[in-house]
């Protein structure tokens, strides 16, 4: 599997978690490695990408100020800190990666490697 997630579980309100993506393979390679999530009835959404090389960031305004994501090249795994969690964090998040030019990281179109998703339980 080229990018396994893990990290999720049951927080309260206000908690933080730290989720963690290991890449291998395919994903190794991507320019881009992305966090998306999905919750229940809604469409995968954007929240959070970073460049492999230059350690850029991009976040959805939702999650701006409250998450942070990072990588450690030597462990080829990404990560999204998740500080203040709110109940509409609630989600399966998921880790991507893709090689598409900057202006299409938000997409998740634009991914073609993806892991299985890892649950976030926010209660209020």
């Known amino acids: 599997v080229p990018l396994q997630a893990s990290g999720g579980g049951l927080v309260q309100a206000g908690g933080f978690l730290r989720l963690s993506c290991a890449a291998s393979?395919?994903?190794?390679?991507?320019?881009?490695i992305g966090w998306f999530r999905q919750a229940p009835g809604k469409e995968r959404e954007f929240v959070a990408a970073i460049r492999w090389s230059s350690r850029h960031t991009y976040y959805a305004d939702s999650v701006k100020g409250r998450f942070t994501i990072s990588r450690d090249n030597a462990k080829n795994t990404l990560y999204l800190q998740m500080n203040s969690l709110k109940p509409e964090d609630t989600a399966l998040y998921y880790c991507a990666g893709t090689n598409a030019v900057l202006s299409a990281i938000r997409a998740k179109e634009a991914y073609t490697v993806w892991g299985q998703g890892t649950l976030v339980t926010v209660s209020s």
């Open positions: 393979g395919p994903s190794f390679s991507s320019r881009t």
